[in-house]
């Protein structure tokens, strides 16, 4: 167990240092460091999702009994990626520092009030990126415990289809990244829009149901009467899982209403305004 999570804890993080000093460091680009640690983020972040989603599609389509058939690739890659997690915890933090800064609220006083300034950063991390600091915890602290344990090597198809959910996640940090520049307008801009929305919807929220089924097909019952043949525990995680990714899902159809709303249509209404 623990080489797959040594590799994972070499791989991500040394892939971020890598990404961020040749951003920096190379005569045609000589970014600035704010620039290099949130693109590197952004791309530390992609190439885990085209890890994972590759892991899992292997995996799924390899088990063709959805319960007892078995792939070395379920439990090798959940833990290659658990070191992962608690990186961009840390990179995430980095983002909004760096954020913080370039908005001029570190300024060149920061050496005189680092511990106050560095407390008030970190709380408002916290308070903007909780949600998602919420999920990386429990995917380390609650995921990967009951993956290793409690499955008890079943269901390897699941939890295949759940790596799948990572699809979404390149659209995601490129809107990001053309965000940060200042590329709302532009015709990339809309085209990864739509295939961020399409993928969330498909591989995150529309993946939910795409297991009841799976199951009522492999038990023989309706996808209804699933969630009623399923013990209690299996359907409030399942809830649990589903209940930010709705959320999510919420706030991309927001912006992609703004995006794609013609310039100079009437404003919109009070609720649409609420951020």
């Not at 620039?35 to 892991?55: E, G, K, N, P, Y």
């Not at 995996?59 to 058939?69: E, L």
Request: hydrophobic share 45%.
């Amino acid at each position: 167990m623990l080489t797959p999570m040594v590799a994972g804890g070499v791989v991500f993080p040394g892939l971020f240092l890598l990404s961020k000093n040749t951003l920096q460091r190379l005569p045609q680009l000589r970014w600035e460091e704010a620039d290099a640690v949130i693109v590197s983020a952004r791309l530390v972040s992609s190439v885990q999702a085209v890890m994972a989603s590759t892991a899992g599609y292997i995996v799924s389509t390899s088990c063709k009994h959805i319960i007892d058939d078995q792939h070395w690739l379920s439990s090798a890659y959940t833990q290659f990626a658990v070191p992962y997690f608690i990186y961009d915890i840390y990179a995430m933090f980095l983002c909004h520092w760096h954020k913080h800064q370039v908005k001029g609220h570190g300024g060149d006083e920061g050496s005189t009030r680092a511990p106050g300034s560095t407390w008030a950063v970190a709380r408002g991390y916290l308070h903007k990126e909780f949600l998602m600091v919420l999920h990386h915890a429990v995917m380390v602290l609650v995921c990967f415990p009951l993956s290793v344990v409690w499955r008890q090597g079943k269901g390897d198809f699941f939890l295949g289809c759940l790596l799948m959910a990572e699809v979404s996640t390149p659209f995601v940090c490129l809107g990001k990244i053309l965000i940060q520049y200042k590329q709302q307008h532009t015709l990339l801009h809309k085209v990864n829009g739509a295939l961020m929305l399409l993928s969330f919807l498909c591989c995150r929220v529309l993946l939910f149901p795409y297991l009841y089924w799976a199951y009522g097909r492999h038990a023989g019952l309706p996808l209804l009467a699933v969630p009623l043949a399923l013990p209690v525990h299996v359907n409030l995680g399942a809830a649990l899982l589903l209940a930010p990714q709705l959320y999510w899902f919420f706030l991309i159809c927001r912006g992609a209403c703004r995006l794609f709303r013609p310039r100079g249509s009437r404003p919109p209404s009070p609720c649409q305004t609420q951020d």
